[in-house]
């Protein structure tokens, strides 16, 4: 959603603001704007792609040292250049770009803006006006008195005329990092932003003030004390956030996957045996768990559908899995021998977040996993497992999904262990098939592969619906698979478990209708042939997915891709692979907006 930059330094401030909006567009955003003060505030603002915004200041020569930008998902009025930010107060003192909800916003317009002409339609105006009403002099308690006033969630960033060497910064529920540099500060929304400039960074914390200024950072607690900031080392790169040579990050990101594995299970093995030095959890810890509730959303829900399956059967954990927006609402039985694993690979997901908090006011612990450092679910969590799989850019989440499954199977597997319900042997051996993966996944993304993909994907150009149908562990992977058709070609994709479809649905199956079908698993492979052949038998043409070696198969469907074989068990973090690449060609072919598409943004901080 909405992005932030802030920079104080030397250089001209216009190039480093734009270049690192340029490096948020992958939130997903609806218009750009940028403040500046030269004798004054200079603002630019255009809706649309940020490249409107580049095209409207080319010629304008902008010698700026200190600025803000912004780049806008629409809540509170439509996309247009007037909501787009930055905002600022009548009295032009004041320039303001927000991420988040003002909730109280038209509250505050009534109490105490009567009398200001308001520029645009949104919740943000209102923090710029309120600073410009109540500026006496005194910045730091004007902004003070304004926060006092704020309902709802930011992240602030404050640009006042009268102080040309400094930029305010706050948040709370929302992201915020501050990036030092040598006589140069940066303030962000998120580390991408900051990557090209410095790899030093704090994360701030609710409620807290952080004065920027070219020479340092000051913060400043609630009551006005200076507090020591922690500085941390971003592990990612510049080049993280590059394409690298392939045309869209998602298809980058697919082909990460393998090194990912390879990351995870280095720092998760050591001479066969899971271990995670950040727990603290113990047999009697974890035996104690009666229940797990996996609570996450789109993505990282199907994730948990997986997940689901190899808690019950290593950890022999009852588990439910649950859309995190449901999970309050349903007001679900939860009490301290439940564990909460919220699932995001954001760590921003407003939704994911909200049901984190409901585990915790029922007393249950939680555990985050998530890809984001000191992102809000990690920082609320009472445990967390980071993915470590780099930055993912895409709106389609691939890698994250995977990592998000590898992660799920070593803490089966450690739990396993703890709650004592795993032999030696069954250890062994899924730790020995968890380590092939990595290459594998490879064989998968093979050069005259990928080309059988892309080919697949060829009979879907002009599809308008399709199904995926499979049984359990190849449903959860089917369900995957649709979002990523759906969510990057814009064709209608439905995942049905195979032996349901005979209860309704298959009213739907025509020739007009293309089948994905996953076999996979051996255990519910027959079963799955016998629902194959009633689609056939309603003239759909079906691509099967199954493991090498898989029988009869080739006689019954018009394409079958053959994946190479691996224990049933770890097949589904194989197996999605050939669908996101399906996807993935299907809307190149469609030629949609791959990385970015329609509606979307990578991640979701609005309930
Ligand atoms: C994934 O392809 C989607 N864009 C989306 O479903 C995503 O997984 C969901 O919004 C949750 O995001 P999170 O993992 O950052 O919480």
Redesign the pocket.
């Known amino acids: 959603m909405c992005g932030i930059v802030g920079f104080i330094g030397v250089r001209p401030a216009k190039d480093i603001l734009l270049d690192g909006l340029a490096k948020l567009e992958y939130r997903g955003y609806d218009s750009a704007g940028i403040a500046v003060l030269e004798d004054g505030l200079e603002v630019e603002k255009s809706v649309g792609k940020l490249a409107n915004l580049v095209e409207k200041l080319k010629d304008k020569e902008l010698n700026a040292t200190i600025g803000i930008g912004h780049t806008r998902w629409a809540t509170h009025g439509k996309p247009s250049d007037a909501n787009a930010h930055p905002h600022t107060s009548a009295n032009k003192k004041f320039a303001v770009v927000h991420n988040g909800i003002i909730e109280n916003y038209l509250q505050l317009k009534e109490d105490y803006l009567n009398d200001v002409c308001f520029q645009s339609e949104t919740d943000t105006e209102v923090v710029a006006q309120l600073l410009g009403k109540f500026y006496d002099g005194n910045l730091e308690e004007t902004v003070r008195r304004v926060l006092a006033l704020l309902k709802g969630s930011y992240t602030l960033v404050i640009l006042c005329s009268d102080y040309p060497d400094l930029l305010i910064a706050c948040r709370k529920a929302n992201p915020l990092v501050l990036g030092v540099g040598e006589g140069e500060n940066f303030i962000a929304s998120d580390v991408p932003a900051l990557l090209a400039y410095t790899r030093n960074c704090i994360y701030p914390n609710d409620g807290e003030l952080c004065f920027v200024k070219r020479e340092g950072i000051t913060i400043k607690d609630s009551e006005g004390k200076i507090i020591e900031p922690k500085i941390k080392q971003i592990l990612w790169n510049a080049e993280a956030v590059e394409k690298n040579g392939y045309e869209h990050y998602m298809l980058k990101e697919i082909h990460e996957q393998p090194d990912a594995f390879r990351r995870m299970l280095k720092n998760r093995l050591k001479d066969g045996k899971v271990y995670f030095e950040e727990f603290t959890w113990n047999k009697e810890q974890a035996k104690k768990w009666r229940k797990i509730h996996i609570v ?5 829900y199907h994730s948990g559908l997986v997940g689901r399956t190899v808690f019950e059967k290593l950890a022999k954990i009852p588990v439910e899995v649950e859309i995190a927006s449901e999970f309050r609402y349903r007001e679900p039985m939860l009490d301290e021998d439940t564990l909460v694993i919220a699932i ?3 760590g ?2 407003a939704d ?1 977040k909200a049901a984190l908090e409901e585990g915790k006011s029922k007393g249950c612990k939680v555990l985050a996993l998530t890809n984001v450092v000191d992102s809000a679910v990690a920082r609320e969590a009472d445990y967390v497992f980071y993915l470590q799989a780099g930055p993912e850019i895409s ?3 691939t890698k ?1 999904y995977t990592t998000m499954l590898l992660a799920q199977y070593l803490l089966a597997i450690y739990l396993a262990d703890l709650r004592e319900c795993i032999s030696q042997d069954a250890y062994a051996s899924l730790v020995h098939q968890l380590t092939l993966l990595p290459q594998y996944a490879e064989k998968i993304m093979l050069e005259e592969n990928l080309k059988q993909l892309a080919k697949l994907a060829e009979e879907y150009h002009d599809t308008e619906n399709l199904f995926f149908v499979g049984r359990g562990m190849d449903w959860a992977i089917a369900l995957e698979g649709s ?2 058709l759906k ?1 990057i070609s814009y064709i209608h994709a439905e995942a049905y478990a195979a032996g349901e479809l005979k209860h309704g649905t298959l009213a739907l199956i025509t020739d007009k209708t293309p089948v994905i079908a996953l076999a996979v698993q051996g255990k519910t492979y027959d079963k799955t042939l016998s629902n194959i052949k009633e689609i056939k038998a309603r003239d759909a043409k079906v691509l099967a997915v199954v493991k090498e070696g898989a029988e009869q198969i080739d006689k019954v469907v018009d394409k079958v891709l053959y994946l190479p074989a691996m224990d049933d068990m770890v097949m589904p973090i194989l197996s999605v692979i050939p669908l996101q690449l399906i996807a993935y060609y299907t809307a190149k072919d469609r030629g949609c907006s791959i990385d970015q598409p329609r509606n ?1 943004a990578k ?2 901080t609005v309930e």
Not at 296 to 300: E, F, K, L, M, R
């Open positions: 996450a959303c789109g993505t990282a995001s690979q954001s921003e997901t994911t709106v389609a989440s994250a979002l990523k969510e979307l991640s979701v």
